[in-house]
């Protein structure tokens, strides 16, 4: 069974516009993934943040961590055509076991 | 990606054959694993290895056997291919860290079962 949602299940922006895509988990975490893949691609960590964490920042990402209500935000800034990919959430529910929980994914298009 | 690679990249066999798929990283990260990618069901974990010689079952181990002998290497043999193991197959590495795991993905391998 699938521990993370992501919504919306597809989104097409225009290349200079903000991109929100959400995750919802169900279990208690120990930290919270994104991944990145593009088309034809293995998947690329992105970010971690740990369960203590509410907000974490790289580059143009920000990634956003609500425990009470089981739910991850990642915001892409001043989106890209390359940023085009789908987009995983994962979550790691047992310490030490290494194992990671993904979500079905967000498609995201950049549209120039 | 250039440090975790999967061969074949591209596999079609017929039902009931025997199919093995590689996996090689050159980290020494002590944790493996496979998924498989199906539409409808993002990534799901079939097996993993803490270090050679231990693996565990993942979400979906039925129809599979994996070994690990060597730390770098982790084989995936579908015993009997069947249809439904059609898929899009990765092979990931990790490392302990204290911030948390996190994974480094292979370039998948296309698997058809005719």
């Known amino acids: 069974s699938q521990q993370g949602e992501e919504d919306p299940q597809a989104l097409s922006i225009q290349e200079g516009e903000n991109a929100t895509m959400n995750c919802s988990y169900k279990?208690?975490?120990?930290?919270l993934q994104w991944y990145r893949q593009n088309s034809g691609r293995g998947l690329v960590h992105l970010i971690l943040?740990?369960?203590?964490?509410r907000e974490k920042h790289s580059g143009r990402l920000r990634v956003t961590l609500d425990t009470s209500k089981k739910s991850s935000s990642l915001l892409i800034t001043a989106s890209r055509a390359a940023d085009t990919a789908s987009y995983f959430c994962?979550?790691?529910?047992?310490?030490?076991?290494?194992?990671?929980?993904f979500g079905q994914g967000t498609r995201l298009t950049i549209n120039p | 990606d250039a440090g975790i690679t999967q061969s074949p990249r591209y596999k079609i066999t017929e039902t009931g054959r025997q199919v093995t798929l590689m996996c090689h990283q050159t980290?020494?990260?002590?944790?493996m694993f496979w998924y498989r990618q199906d539409l409808g069901h993002g990534l799901r974990l079939i097996y993993y290895?803490?270090?050679?010689?231990?693996?565990d079952k993942g979400e979906v181990p039925d129809g599979y056997v994996v070994s690990r002998s060597k730390t770098e290497n982790f084989p995936l043999t579908l015993e009997s291919a069947t249809r439904s193991q059609t898929s899009v197959y990765f092979c990931?590495?990790?490392?302990?860290?204290?911030?948390?795991?996190?994974?480094?993905f292979g370039p998948g391998t296309r698997l058809t079962v005719l």
């Open positions: 990931a590495s990790s490392v302990i860290l204290p911030s948390g795991d996190t994974q480094y």
């Open positions: 279990t208690s975490i120990n930290n």
């Open positions: 943040i740990r369960s203590n964490e």
């Open positions: 994962a979550t790691d529910t047992q310490r030490g076991a290494q194992k990671l929980v």
């Open positions: 980290w020494s990260h002590s944790y």
């Open positions: 290895s803490a270090a050679a010689d231990i693996t």
